[in-house]
């Protein structure tokens, strides 16, 4: 992936990819101003300036300084997708990302997938039970029921 092999150079080829299991609690004890931190740090090319709107548009403000294990699975979820937004990661894994998330927030995923399509410099592969409405995928493979 853009020139780095995970054979090779498995830390640079990593940082190129966000994906995180939604049912992790592997950060539980961390605020979410830690986890962004921590990703931040992960990340080379995390954009922070993004975080503000982020954290608005998901309505994660009165919950940055909780340890994650404090939030809903909603809210948990709504952390993760703040982050791989700010990360720029080359290719992200978004594993149904409305899961669990209020309308608002599911509007604003959507604004936001809307935003980062049409970045060729990367790609978004989202797994769903049902197909988006208004998200412009460049294709779709249907696993059947």
Known sequence: MQGVRLDEQPDAYRRQIFWIDPRTDAFDQMTAIE???????AYPQFDEKLLPDLTEGLSLTSHLNKQLYMLSTGSKRKVWLAAVFAANAALSLLDDPFAGLDKASIGFVEKMLNQVAGNTAQAWILALYQTPIGVPLSSVIDLGD
């Open 35 to 41: 986890y962004f931190a921590s990703v931040r740090a």
